[in-house]
């Protein structure tokens, strides 16, 4: 594993007052900050104020007050905004990159990529929005004299609760659908990693979103969640599945909607037909991309016995070859994971492993002469069920490589964890390889592909099963989540009841007559 060294020194925009220019929006009334740093280095970069409860109630209401004015602004005039803030983000988006490189440590390819996703989505729900918003008229219960309409309104202000992992593409990628349909916001991303969300926002106001309508509080989550959750009508999670259980009670008990995307243990299956130099070089993506730290990433390899030692060979060398730097450049293929703490967790599940019968087949290390949370890619042979990487997520660049059998093996060893997010299966034949995918409990299934293109296909829900998620996010579902569904029904002559003087015995016998009658014509 190598290092590359080039471009190591912070980017020239990210200069002391821009970075605190950011921060400024974000309320800290008590004058406790967090000390919010480089990654790569340990360096403060700047002092993010922590948001108070009362800080946290006058967001709310000040996005609730903005969004009065932003509701009843038509749609076309919100989706005006949307256009303008698409074209913003692609023309700041290597300063984006910048600021998600410093933040979360992450190499740049995916800082890059993940700029991407905010375009993207808001493109997809700018040419969706106007057919989903509109009012849809249905039948009512009696034909001609009766009809029922549909109207969307917005759910009024929505929490947005973000992880580090991809601060900018679920802080703001979240938040435009919440927007569109008419909402005000109040996003809390992690303290780590809270400037390029910051940035989004302001943005959004350059595009003219009215000041106020998004709102940013910070602290840590137990602190700041139940004052946000208390006030806020709906509320998109993002983060881990433990987290993910506290958020689903709290919104019980507020009888609040909410979305929650969490944890996963991903499997990739590659099965006897598979090209498997695509696979490997696909694999090294799976596992070690963004560091092994995306939800949707691979921690399970699962390869058929006729291709398991070309595979693992392969594999193995073509991932002792890759290169892990501290660099804003496009060069190394692994930055740092987003922090010591995080990195230890990572280690100790390789040594747990490693202690219960394991083997490192490559890497295995941290990696202190790069910065202070480097740690190399690895590949674990002979992992079991009772070793923690062989049953919790890891969230970092360790992959198990596994053999199996027959299908069905395959099949049973994929569903067997508790958690259903992201799969990859690998095969020449696309109807075996469907036939597979639809046996799989995961939300998303990747044919000849990791993750991007199911994720990318913002035009379909994506969301976990089991202990992975409830809700979804893209899709119609990813706009319609944000909004009640009312119904507005109109009924011109009262029929639903005895006319004149006919008696009940009467009116029931007409009924189930017309009950049959309406049944066999197809007309209800
Ligand atoms: P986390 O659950 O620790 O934190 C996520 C966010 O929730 C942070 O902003 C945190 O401050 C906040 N938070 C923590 N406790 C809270 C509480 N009690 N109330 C309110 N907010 C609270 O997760 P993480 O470590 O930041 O992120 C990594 C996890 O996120 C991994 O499990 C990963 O798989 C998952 N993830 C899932 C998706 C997805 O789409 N399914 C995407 C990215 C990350």
Not at 212 to 230: H, K, S
Not at 349 to 358: E, P, Q, W
């Amino acid at each position: 594993m190598s290092a590359g060294m080039t471009e190591r020194v912070r980017p020239a925009k990210l200069t002391p007052a821009f970075l605190d220019g950011l921060v400024t929006r974000v309320p800290g009334s008590t004058g406790n900050t967090w000390k919010l740093t480089e990654v790569y280095t340990g360096d403060v970069l700047t002092e993010l104020p922590q948001s108070s409860e009362s800080d946290i109630e006058r967001a709310v209401a000040t996005a609730r007050a903005a969004q009065r004015e932003w509701g009843s602004w038509p749609l076309r005039k919100r989706l005006k905004v949307m256009k303008k803030f698409h074209a913003l983000v692609v023309r700041n988006q290597l300063l984006i990159t910048d600021l998600i490189q410093a933040e979360s440590g992450k190499n740049r390819r995916m800082a890059f990529e993940e700029t991407c996703d905010v375009p993207m989505g808001t493109s997809h729900y700018i040419k969706r929005a106007p057919k989903l918003l509109k009012d849809r008229k249905h039948a009512g219960p009696v034909p001609v004299l009766s009809s029922s309409t549909e109207v969307r309104r917005p759910k009024g202000v929505v929490g947005i609760i973000a992880p580090w992992n991809f601060p900018f593409a679920t802080g703001i990628s979240d938040t435009i659908p919440a927007l569109i349909a008419g909402n005000g916001v109040v996003l809390k991303p992690d303290n780590k990693t809270a400037l390029s969300p910051l940035f989004g926002v302001r943005l959004l106001e350059e595009a003219g979103m009215p000041r106020g309508l998004v709102q940013v509080v910070c602290g840590e989550g137990p602190d700041v969640g139940p004052t946000l959750m208390a006030g806020v009508d709906y509320v998109m999670f993002t983060g881990s599945t433990a987290t993910g259980r506290v958020i689903g009670e709290t919104a019980g008990r507020h009888l609040i909607g909410c979305c929650l995307e969490l944890g996963g243990k991903n499997p990739m299956l590659v099965l006897a037909d598979a090209n498997v130099d695509e696979a490997v070089h696909a694999a090294l993506f799976g596992g070690f991309g963004n560091s092994g730290q995306i939800c949707m990433h691979i921690e399970r390899l699962y390869v058929h016995d006729s291709l398991y030692e070309e595979f693992r060979d392969k594999f193995v060398a073509a991932t002792a070859a890759m290169t892990v730097g501290a660099t804003y450049d496009f060069g190394p293929d692994l930055g740092s994971l987003v922090s010591v703490d995080h990195r230890d967790r990572v280690a100790s599940h390789v040594d747990d492993a490693r202690a219960k019968g394991a083997t490192v087949l490559t890497g295995g290390r941290a990696r202190p002469d790069l910065g202070p949370a480097f740690y190399e890619p690895t590949i674990l042979e002979g992992v079991t069920p009772d070793m923690l990487a062989g049953s919790t997520e890891t969230f970092g660049p360790v992959v198990g490589l596994y053999r199996f059998r027959t299908e069905e093996e395959a099949i049973r060893l994929a569903n067997d964890t508790d958690y259903g997010l992201n799969a990859s299966v690998w095969s020449t034949d696309l109807e075996r390889a469907m036939d597979v995918a639809r046996r799989i409990d995961s939300g998303n299934v990747n044919i000849n592909d990791i993750l991007a293109t199911a994720f990318a296909s913002k035009g379909t829900p994506s969301g976990g099963l089991k202990q992975s998620g409830v809700g979804a996010r893209h899709g119609d579902q990813g706009l319609l989540k944000y909004t009640d569904a009312q119904n507005i029904a109109v009924l011109k002559k009262q029929v639903m009841e005895p006319q004149g003087d006919q008696t009940y015995e009467a009116y029931a016998r007409q009924t189930r007559i017309t009950l049959k009658l309406m049944r066999w014509t197809g007309i209800r």
